[in-house]
């Protein structure tokens, strides 16, 4: 609990607690507890939080728990406070992004999306909604923290040096971990089914155009899950979180214009730009995808399956096959090596793996190729072969095989250290105010009262 480079905790136990204590905190009269800045506290932010740890089994330490929470929750309101004097944003994309992410990893841990809508008696939709305040306060965390420690870096001799210092007993166990290949191809669309999406499309402009809200239409047609709802509204967002079909149209309208039909990855667009702030936008948007046919579907399934017997046969190597016939743009330059997100590395673990590449992965050793298999985890249908290219067993971890292990150790550990010593220089110079019931609470920094 005393790590002050949060993480989110993403088990279905806290999720339970999330989702069945919001509906309560709607018909009741909640409590400020604490001032950070312009940011507050509630008591029933510690009184959830506090439910959910306990629900996983977490204990009091050296300290009362609730104390913990409770300081945990004004360090990332001072974190949140400071964003917004540095102008540090997140999307409303980005945001969505992150919750879909999570809700996958849910159904990967239960099993299905009917079999979660019926264990919290909720859809995915209202999931997604209940979830949105906390994972957007992480999102501002996570980028107010990487500002704080932006220039941290670590030399091999400190490397070396942490290495010597940690007894053989004390060394951590490394979890096994896989490096994946892939090759993508995605069904083809008709000439007519995209000549039916951009007349589609037309007709909404030119309603706009007449005079109905475009936010409207965006909530009644768009097939963007993570704006709809929202009158089609992203958010700021800097250039380099749009696709570039997308960015290029929408960075040269001015404000409340309408963009013509755009084409990109996810389907097709007509844009608004609400506003500029710098080199951020932000926009609302309606997305049509166009529909895909079976045998065109069955085109792409057994492109692959010819791909892979290829393969299997030594006529192409894998590396060559992602390049001239992978539909990915991420991967096919590198061989089709998937990225982790998480860590920007090459390797996952088998619990950090997508869903549906974690699936096909259970059938496969080492070099073998998969059958076509469909990955739709970002919205698009999508068909894949994949290989394992490496693994790894758990072991204990050494400097010659897990040196990227012991660097982000020492990276964190200087990351504590700064984070520590810029929370205490921000207490003193932000309004602070903590109730009375917590004036004799035991804080790890001193300066909470004042």
């Not at 402009?205 to 709809?228: H, N, Q």
Request: charged share 30%; with cysteine; hydrophobic share 35%.
């Amino acid at each position: 609990m005393r790590n002050i480079i949060f993480k989110v905790c993403t088990s279905l136990a806290l999720l339970a607690i999330v989702f069945s204590t919001s509906q309560a905190q709607d018909n009741s009269i909640d409590k400020i507890i604490a001032v950070v800045g312009n940011q507050v506290v509630l008591k029933s932010d510690v009184e959830n939080r506090f439910l959910g740890l306990k629900a996983q089994g977490y204990e009091a330490g050296s300290v009362d728990l609730k104390s913990e929470i409770f300081e945990d929750l004004l360090i990332e309101k001072l974190m949140i406070a400071q964003a917004q004097v540095d102008s540090i944003e997140v999307t409303e994309q980005e945001v969505e992004n992150d919750i879909q992410r999570k809700i996958e990893m849910y159904i990967q841990k239960i099993g299905s999306k009917e079999k979660l809508e019926q264990y919290f008696k909720k859809s995915i939709p209202d999931m997604k909604n209940e979830l949105r305040d906390m994972t957007r306060n992480d999102k501002i965390k996570q980028k107010m923290q990487a500002e704080i420690t932006k220039n941290i870096t670590a030399t091999p001799a400190e490397v070396r040096d942490l290495y010597s210092k940690i007894s053989q007993d004390s060394l951590p166990i490394i979890p096994g971990e896989l490096q994946i290949q892939q090759i993508s191809k995605s069904p083809k669309i008709t000439d007519a089914e995209k000549d039916r999406i951009r007349e589609k499309l037309r007709i909404f402009r030119d309603r706009i155009m007449k005079g109905e809200s475009f936010a409207t239409l965006a909530v009644l047609y768009s097939e963007d899950p993570g704006s709809a709802q929202r009158g089609g509204e992203l958010g700021y967002t800097p250039r380099a979180n749009l696709v570039p079909e997308f960015a290029n149209e929408a960075f040269n309208l001015k404000a409340g214009k309408i963009s013509k039909i755009v084409e990109s990855e996810y389907g097709f667009h007509i844009i608004q730009l609400i506003d500029r702030k710098g080199d951020r936008i932000n926009v609302r948007h309606i997305l049509l995808k166009p529909r895909i046919k079976q045998e065109d579907r069955t085109i792409a399934t057994e492109k692959l399956d010819s791909i892979a017997d290829m393969i299997r046969n030594d006529k192409i190597k894998f590396e060559e096959a992602a390049f001239y016939y992978s539909d990915d743009k991420d991967t096919k330059n590198n061989g089709g090596l998937i990225v982790n997100p998480y860590n920007a590395s090459s390797k996952f673990t088998k619990d950090g793996l997508p869903p549906s590449i974690a699936k096909a992965v259970t059938k496969l050793k080492v070099g073998e190729i998969s059958e076509a298999f469909l990955d739709d985890q970002r919205g698009q249908e999508t068909y894949k072969i994949i290989k394992i290219k490496s693994e790894t067993k758990p072991h204990k971890a050494n400097l010659s095989d897990d040196w990227g292990q012991f660097e982000n150790m020492l990276k964190q550990q200087k990351q504590q250290d700064l984070l520590n010593k810029w929370i205490s220089e921000k207490q003193s110079s932000t309004y602070i105010s903590v109730d009375d019931s917590y004036k004799n609470a035991k804080f790890r920094f001193k300066n909470w009262i004042k």
